[in-house]
């Protein structure tokens, strides 16, 4: 990439950023994909948090970037996190992200806060996922889990994807450097459309579960 067309993109994300949020992007990354032509320009918007945002586009006219997106999720990440641990007895929670997927942000200026827009009844362009490990605590996860999701119903979230490993509990005193997926019982993807329409008490968690050792 020449130096003066890598300038005038440089140039042109920190202007959409500008414009869109009235913030000034700090560009730390440039790149173009060989095949695709799509652009990619990563860099942190001086938002008070130093959020690591990426404007990308392949048509000038069609830029978009991961801005809401990545505030949204590191100010839920700790929230969800302690929800986690509250309900279930965690071997480790490995990922939290809110995301509108490849949808156009709506949103400009003074983004709001994620907890703002969810006790006002959320937005349900945005997907809640989650992805842990868990012990089976003696039987007793499943009724976890229940508690775990009404918690998340009652905070307004809509779409919701969750990938559980149910681990046994004799991982708990197994040496350090044994194989962790040798120990694994079942795996759960839950993947609810609106988790506001779901009765949890009756949802059959057996459609979303296979069985990994028996």
Known sequence: MEQQE??????????YIRGKYNKEFEVTKVSIGQVTGLVRVRGVVKDGKDTEATVFWE???????????RLWTEELKPKITSVIHKHMDVRKVEEVVYSDGTKKSDYTG???????????GGDPDFTLEATMRI????????????NFLKEIQLMNFNKFLMEVFVVDDELKSAPEDVKESSYTLYRYNIVIDDIQKVDI???DLDQ?????KE
């Not at 012990?135 to 229940?146: A, D, F, I």
């Not at 979303?208 to 990994?212: C, D, F, Q, S």
């Open 59 to 69: 048509k000038p006219d069609e830029m978009d970037d991961t801005y809401v997106t």
């Open 6 to 15: 890598q300038k005038e993109i440089r140039e042109k994300a920190i202007e």
């Open 110 to 120: 003074e983004v709001p806060s994620v907890f703002q827009v969810l006790e006002n």
């Open 201 to 203: 008490d009756s949802l």
């Open 208 to 212: 979303y579960k296979t069985v990994i």
């Open 135 to 146: 012990y089976e605590n003696e039987g007793k996860y499943e009724k976890e889990l229940r």
